[in-house]
């Protein structure tokens, strides 16, 4: 039996843009889903996404430390920047 006083709180239903997007229900990213110029210049100023350089990996001198960082990026991140910088 519930209790009079307790409430039930639902999640908002929003609509999967891939599948709106596949679907051609729209054609622009929807509005709450763009940051303004603001946000934009604010975060690019404090956010340095981890760059990981796939030809380090594979580079018998250089393997350890990207590893190393791609291990840092995964943990604490969720994520990076994959790069292919000639050497």
Do not use: H
């Not at 639902?10 to 303004?36: A, G, N």
Request: charged share 30%; proline share 5%; hydrophobic share 40%.
């Amino acid at each position: 039996m519930e209790d009079k006083g307790a409430r039930q709180y639902s999640s908002l239903i929003v609509p999967c843009v891939q599948e709106m997007v596949k679907e051609k229900m729209i054609t622009t990213v929807p509005p709450r889903y763009v940051r303004s110029d603001l946000a934009k210049a604010d975060m690019a100023d404090d956010i340095e996404i981890p760059v990981i350089d796939m030809n380090l990996l594979s580079s018998s001198t250089s393997m350890d430390s990207e590893i190393d960082k791609l291990d840092f990026a995964c943990k604490e991140w969720g994520f990076f920047q994959a790069s292919l910088k000639t050497q």
